[in-house]
Nanobody, 125 residues
Framework: QVQLVDSGGGLVQAGGSLRLSCAASLLTFSTYAMGWFRQAPGTGKEREFVAAISGNGGTTAYSDSVKGRFTISRDNAKNTVYLQMNSLKPEDTAVYYC????????????????WGQGTQVTVSS
């Protein structure tokens, strides 16, 4: 059974930093592209793409809203993907989810097969 476990969320002031982690129980982790999505509570919006990384880490993608502030990375020896978030803004407040899919990176949540439980990030002004 595939399991993704998100962690690292919390409360931070605007301008601060957090690093999210996602540990995956995937036997062939390096063949999975991983992504981070977020969903702001109470908005009714679907999950929003944040960042993605290919299996070998050679390809990354970011939404315009986080480009230059967030960095996605992975450690295939530890079956873990990270999201380093710097210069956080109140509008970054959301539940952040990691997701996995075989092979190539995608930006739509519909293209991902496995999901973590989510970790709350709250940025105060």
């Amino acid at each position: 059974q595939v399991q993704l476990v998100d962690s690292g969320g919390g409360l931070v002031q605007a301008g601060g930093s957090l690093r999210l982690s996602c540990a995956a129980s995937l036997l062939t982790f390096s063949t999975y592209a991983m992504g981070w999505f977020r969903q702001a509570p109470g908005t009714g919006k679907e999950r929003e793409f944040v960042a993605a990384i290919s299996g070998n880490g050679g390809t990354t993608a970011y939404s315009d809203s986080v480009k230059g502030r967030f960095t996605i990375s992975r450690d295939n020896a530890k079956n873990t993907v990270y999201l380093q978030m710097n210069s956080l803004k109140p509008e970054d407040t959301a539940v952040y989810y990691c997701a996995g899919r075989r092979w190539g990176t995608r930006t739509s949540p519909d293209d991902y097969d496995y999901w973590g439980q989510g970790t709350q990030v709250t940025v105060s002004s």
